[in-house]
């Protein structure tokens, strides 16, 4: 390469290594932000599994009985079910980009 070609090239470089290092504060927030959001969402995700927990058990509870209240339990049972896996997929999902950006982008 010759010298004339390799001095737009290098001022170029430059030009991105100026954005990218007047970007880092905001990408530090990021990372700081992200990090905050997955604690908030790990104690929302255990609270919603304990409530979701006993749910299921008067779902349960509700279907042994002799009335109408057992159709009632056995779809209350059917929805929480669902809810499960719907949470597994969601949890899975949130931890492959826990897993590919925050923990990676943090090191």
């Known amino acids: ?19 990218v290092d007047g970007l880092a504060p905001n990408v530090k927030n990021l990372m700081l932000y992200a990090k ?16 979701f927990e006993q749910l299921y058990m008067i779902g349960q509870n509700a ?17 929480v079910e669902s809810y499960r896996q719907v949470e597994l997929q969601r949890i899975d999902k949130l931890r492959s980009l826990i897993n590919d950006f925050i923990h990676q982008g943090s090191h």
Do not use: W
Not at 64 to 79: D, M, P, Q, W, Y
């Open 36 to 51: 905050n959001y997955h604690r908030s969402l790990s104690a929302c995700t255990l609270e919603a599994s304990k409530f």
């Open 63 to 79: 279907s042994k009985l002799r009335s109408a209240t057992s159709h009632i339990g056995a779809a209350l049972t059917e929805v």
């Open 1 to 19: 390469m010759s010298g004339a070609q390799s001095e737009p090239t290098g001022l170029l470089l430059e030009e991105l290594f100026t954005s």
